[in-house]
């Protein structure tokens, strides 16, 4: 499990700066420094990382709905496509992982609705796979 964190973990930062994240506020998403600590303060984190156009911290002040939180990371561009059915969510409670739920994203994101089921509260991290044909 330890490797999964560390190998997100990698991703996450790769493909994002380190000192930004996305504040999650009225179904938008906006880049801020996580050097501003007065404006992140409160906030839980919830990682985004994979085949998404936006992988990254996005910071919550409440619950979001799975849902609307891949809509805001976005498809990934680029020839990529993201499997939406095999999206693994990992929860960490107390800095230790708990073991994935691996759930299909694609019918929430397909039925527009806001699926009470799968609301993140913060400490999540959002694994996201490629398809491969």
Do not use: Q
């Not at 998404?52 to 911290?57: A, D, L, N, T």
């Not at 073991?99 to 039925?111: F, G, M, Q």
């Amino acid at each position: 499990m330890k490797f999964i964190l560390m190998l997100l973990f990698f991703l996450v930062a790769s493909r994002c700066p380190a000192a930004e994240a996305y504040i999650v506020s009225d179904g938008t998403a906006s880049v801020v420094s996580l050097a501003s600590a007065p404006e992140v303060a409160g906030l839980r984190p919830v990682t985004v990382a994979g085949a998404v156009h936006r992988p990254g911290i996005y910071l919550v002040s409440s619950a979001i709905p799975l849902a609307e939180l891949l809509r805001l990371a976005g498809p990934r561009s680029e020839g990529f496509r993201a499997d939406m059915t095999k999206v693994r969510i990992i929860s960490v409670e107390a800095g230790v992982a708990v073991a994935p739920v691996v759930i299909n994203a694609k019918r929430l994101l397909e039925s527009g609705k806001k699926d009470e089921l799968w609301i993140l509260r913060g400490s999540e991290i959002i694994a996201v796979p490629e398809m491969f044909e």
